[in-house]
């Protein structure tokens, strides 16, 4: 596999950088415009309430991505240090093999009706079904848009909760293929539709009609190989590796505490891509998190194993509700061209992407963890905010940043010590 074109990206200027993602991207001058200054005031006083200005994030890329045989440059929006790297070099790892491999589920979300005071649930459900294809009709009606495109109702289902804290229920999903929009503004107009004519086939009382963030109708996948030649460093052979990285995954597969770290590193890459999009995050969480747990316990999203050459085999599927149209995607300039540097058109792809985002970054986390331990890199970047934190400028961030990590001692208060000395020490 041919060398990525981004070799030494991270070695450029922030100019140099931003000019190399522009060209390759076919970024115009507004869109290297929103890059540096993403977000208007008067759009930021239209996005939420109460607006008083604007908090900034650094906007990074990932670099050395191949997904389905395609070059792909990764934005992240992201304050953690090592976390860009990390996917980067991950992904570098991965390209001898072909990068990675993904799919998507169709985008189907699940919508809730809760109803409540039913005297005879199973009745209820039977009338409820028979009901179906007036029911689905009705919901394609109000959105004849998303049905042109492909789209709409796919199906209803009714599920039984007999033993609640306030007594039984009966909970109607409705599945809406929402095509390129998250879709969470649909599934709950159109579940408020149909909420009079649910009570009126059940004979109860409806309450919630909201959307479901467990959207396990509409999953993503990524995989990858990680040769033990590619794997093997200075200080360990490639099977060693393989064999830690198997014996960590293995502790986050078995043990809920340790699959909460393991996962919230996986959702590290995948939050900043979605920050980046201008997707909820918050919603691809709870249902990652959700999804980790549907089996006897929370588990781990990501699965590795050795295949007969002694290779590392990776994969990862988790829910990923995402959009390329509407809501912040589109208010948001700096959203629009992230999207434009991803160069996708269908929510899927994006989808595919970001699980193969949490798979590099749940790697090259476990990578770290189950050889040279995983401070080491971490804290060389961890110094250069410490440097920053402590007032440093230009030149002096890497050089008080380098002191630190030589010192061992990355503490605000040294870096303090090294600024405000009059001949400081910084090699």
């Given amino acids: 596999m041919t060398d990525s074109p981004f070799k030494g990206f991270y070695q450029l200027s922030v100019e140099e950088r931003a000019r190399r993602v522009a060209v390759f991207s076919g970024l115009t001058e507004e869109d290297q415009h929103h890059l540096v200054e993403p977000l208007d005031i008067e759009i930021a006083d239209h996005l939420i309430e109460n607006v008083i200005g604007r908090y900034a994030l650094p906007l990074g890329v990932a670099v050395n991505f191949l997904i389905n045989g395609e070059e792909k440059i990764i934005p992240m929006v992201v304050e953690e240090p090592s976390i860009v790297a990390a996917c980067s070099f991950a992904a570098k790892l991965a390209r001898p093999s072909g990068g990675f491999i993904t799919d998507a589920d169709p985008p189907i979300m699940i919508g809730q009706i809760q109803v409540l005071e039913v005297a005879d649930p199973a009745q209820a459900e039977a009338a409820i079904l028979a009901a179906r294809s007036e029911l689905l009709e009705e919901a394609n009606h109000l959105h004849q848009t998303i049905v042109q495109l492909g789209g709409g109702a796919r199906d209803l289902e009714v599920r039984h909760l007999p033993d609640t804290p306030v007594g039984p229920m009966l909970i109607v999903h409705l599945l809406l293929d929402t095509r390129d929009a998250m879709g969470a503004n649909a599934i709950n107009t159109t579940c408020e539709a149909l909420a009079p004519r649910i009570e009126a086939l059940t004979g109860g009382r409806v309450n919630l009609r909201i959307l479901s963030n467990l959207a396990d109708r509409r999953l993503a996948r990524a995989r990858a190989i990680w040769t033990r030649e590619d794997l093997t460093t200075e200080k360990h052979n490639g099977a060693e590796v393989v064999q830690g990285i198997l014996e960590a995954w293995a502790f986050a597969a078995a043990d809920p505490y ?24 918050r919603g691809i969480e709870a249902g990652a998190h959700a999804y980790a747990a549907r089996g006897t316990h929370y588990t781990s999203l990501t699965h590795f194993q050795r295949d007969d ?81 402590a007032g440093a400028t230009g030149e002096k961030v890497e050089r008080i940043a380098r002191q630190l990590v030589q010192e061992g001692q990355v503490r605000l208060e040294r870096a303090k010590e090294l600024l405000k000395s009059p001949s400081p020490k910084i090699n």
């Fill in 258 to 281: 340790r699959a909460a770290t393991h996962n919230k590193g996986i959702l590290n890459g995948i939050d900043a891509v979605a920050v980046a999009t201008g997707n909820d995050w």
């Fill in 309 to 389: 050459a002694g290779n590392l085999v990776g994969s990862i599927e988790l829910p990923l509700a995402v959009g390329v149209v509407g809501g912040t995607t589109r208010a948001h300039p700096g959203a629009q061209v992230a999207l434009r540097i991803l160069n996708v058109q269908q929510a899927s792809e994006l989808a595919q992407i970001m699980a193969a985002v949490g798979l590099a970054q749940n790697f090259a986390a476990i990578r770290a963890l189950a050889t040279d331990g995983i401070q080491r890199g971490h804290m060389a970047l961890h110094a250069r905010q410490v440097a920053v934190a």
